[in-house]
Every structure is written in structure tokens, then in C-alpha cells.
């Protein structure tokens, strides 16, 4: 199935590694021209390798002073990409106020005003893909993310909000929302609930396989798949959308 997205620019938040890199990579086999933004300048670098001629752009997503300058330095984009970083572990209950203050400002705060700095250049041409990454916990919170499900959850709001602002500009904004997936975030996590239970990480890597009907966590490609598809010109009629990307894991409708 041809996307039809060769040529369009694409900027990807956190492509540098796990499911940032592979949506990256999707995108540009797809023709588009991407770029990859990430804070870890050495991964950057390593990610550029894999996708032939991708622009890389370092990016501290708390620092939100800068990020004028750098949606000047990456210039207008037809495809967004919100995908990023996660809070420290730990409950809802006793988090310090910069927990919470740091963890909006790089998580929620940062990717509502890349927004809307690229929005005017996809509203001018009328069209344009803006796909944020949640998790299944702003759903079905986990217990070791008591910030990222109180912030993903808000974000999920956000940008059921933002869809009907620009429908009519030719703009879609959906929200994508990957299960377990096999990546290095998700490997810490086990092992911070593994941690906070007293278990063997492979003990809670197996409760959370008998979560999932699949039985298995998913891939970061898996995720990509879906994400390009969201980008594309033939998903132009889906805007507000949450697409799960989980394994059933989710049960609720």
C-alpha cells in the first residue's frame, strides 16, 4: 500500500532509539524526509546511520525556553511525531512538587507547544499529521507510573481537544497508544516492579506475558506499522482517534 507521504517532512521527538527509531525508519521507507530529535546526542548520532540522510537535531524537551529556536532550526513539518521520555518511577502518593513540575514540563508542557509552533505551516497547507505516543496506562494505570498515567491521561484530553480545532485545515491529530513493548524503557520498568514487589524480574516479565492475550510483548516495528499508517494521506479521515497498539492487553471498549 503506497502511503503517499514521499517527500513529506517528518519530524520524529525521542527517534533516536526504541519506538521513536522504528516509526523513524518506517517513515522514511515510506520516501518521507525525516528528522529525529533526542537529548542524547551519541544515540542520535547511531540513529542517523540507520535512516539514510535523516537530520538530527539534539533537544532537551524540559528546556521549553528553547524550543522556539529549534522548530526555527528544523524549519516547517507536514508529519509530527510526539513521542516522549518517561517520568521516575513511583506512585501517585508523596512525589515531590518538581517531580511533578519536571516530569509536565518535559512530558506535556513540551510537546502542547511544539504543537503549536509547527501547526501554522501544516494549516497554511492544509494538511498534516500530528501523532502523539501515550501508554496503555493513561487507560489502566500502572503502579509504578503514578506520574506518566496522571500526564498521559492529559494528554489523550489534549488532543481530543486540538482534532476538531484544525479538522478543516486538512490537519489530523490522533493519539497512539503502544501496550507492552519490547524496548529498553519497558525492561526498566519490569525491573522497577519487580523491585517494589521483592520478585525476580523474570517472575514479573511472565505475570505481565499472562496479561496480554497475545502472550508476548510486542515489537517497536509493530508500533511503527500502525504509527505510519496514522501519518499517511489515506488515514486523512481519522482525526481524534486513540488506536491501541497492545495486544488486547486493554480490555475495556
Not at 501515550?134 to 494505570?141: C, I, L
Amino acid at each position: 500500500m503506497d502511503l503517499k507521504i514521499a517527500g513529506r517532512r517528518a519530524l520524529v521527538l525521542g527517534g533516536n532509539r526504541g519506538m521513536g527509531l522504528a516509526i523513524a525508519r518506517a517513515l522514511a521507507a515510506e520516501g518521507a524526509d525525516v528528522a529525529i530529535a533526542a537529548r542524547d546526542t551519541s544515540a542520535l548520532a547511531s540513529a542517523a546511520q540507520e535512516i539514510a540522510q535523516a537530520r538530527t537535531f539534539a533537544l532537551d524537551l524540559a528546556d521549553t525556553a528553547a524550543l522556539p529556536a529549534f522548530a526555527q532550526a528544523v524549519g516547517p513539518v507536514d508529519i509530527l511525531v510526539n513521542n516522549t521520555g518517561g517520568p521516575p518511577y513511583g506512585g501517585a502518593i508523596g512525589r515531590s512538587v518538581e517531580d511533578w513540575e519536571d516530569s509536565f514540563r518535559s512530558m506535556s508542557l513540551s510537546v502542547i507547544r511544539l504543537t503549536d509552533l509547527f501547526l501554522p505551516a501544516m494549516c497554511a497547507n492544509r494538511w498534516g499529521r500530528i501523532l502523539t505516543l501515550v501508554s496503555t496506562g493513561a487507560v489502566q494505570p500502572l503502579p509504578v507510573l503514578g506520574i506518566s498515567n496522571t500526564l498521559r491521561a492529559g494528554l489523550i484530553a489534549w488532543s481530543k481537544s486540538l482534532a476538531p480545532e484544525v479538522a478543516k485545515d486538512g490537519v489530523t491529530v490522533n493519539i497512539l497508544m503502544p501496550g507492552r513493548i519490547g524496548t529498553e524503557r519497558v525492561g526498566l520498568t519490569d525491573a522497577a516492579s519487580a523491585d517494589r514487589e521483592g520478585m525476580a524480574v523474570e517472575e514479573v516479565q511472565q505475570r505481565s506475558w499472562s496479561q496480554i492475550p497475545m502472550g508476548r510483548y510486542g515489537s517497536p516495528e509493530e508500533v511503527a506499522a500502525v504509527a505510519a499508517f496514522a501519518c499517511s494521506d489515506p488515514a486523512s479521515y481519522m482525526t481524534g482517534s486513540v488506536l491501541r497498539v497492545d495486544g488486547g492487553f486493554v480490555r475495556h471498549v
